[in-house]
Nanobody, 119 residues
Framework: QVQLVESGGGLVQAGGSLRLSCAAS????????MGWYRQGQGKRRELVAS???????EYADSVKGRFTISKDYAKNSVYLQMNGLKPEDTAVYYC?????????????WGQGTQVTVSS
């Protein structure tokens, strides 16, 4: 198992930046994929960005060119640098770890951190 704790959310004006952090309770070196999801009010949870153990990244079309996901093995952490924030980025952001278990995966989630972008 792995526990995830997010931090770095807050209130920012449109065009501003925030950096979200996700600290894992153990080494993330062998975790298959780590990512950030978000859920706006009344909306479904959606993938924002992910990074695999091999370093491959994936981004939602809506954040490409503005957000960057990265990880630090020494700190067991994953980050989401968010630039050029827009009001539509307002949501609760969740950190996710997808860990390979046998032939399947176990998904772990953090408690979420609120990001609010004012216009």
């Amino acid at each position: 198992q792995v526990q995830l704790v997010e931090s770095g959310g807050g209130l920012v004006q449109a065009g501003g930046s925030l950096r979200l952090s996700c600290a894992a309770s153990r080494s993330i070196f062998n975790i298959y994929s780590m990512g950030w999801y978000r859920q706006g009010q009344g909306k479904r949870r959606e993938l924002v960005a992910s990074i695999t153990s091999g370093g491959n990244t994936e981004y939602a079309d809506s954040v490409k060119g503005r957000f960057t996901i990265s990880k630090d093995y020494a700190k067991n952490s994953v980050y989401l640098q968010m630039n050029g924030l827009k009001p539509e980025d307002t949501a609760v952001y969740y950190c996710n770890a997808a860990d390979r278990i046998g032939l399947g995966y176990a998904n772990y989630w953090g408690q979420g951190t609120q990001v609010t972008v004012s216009s």
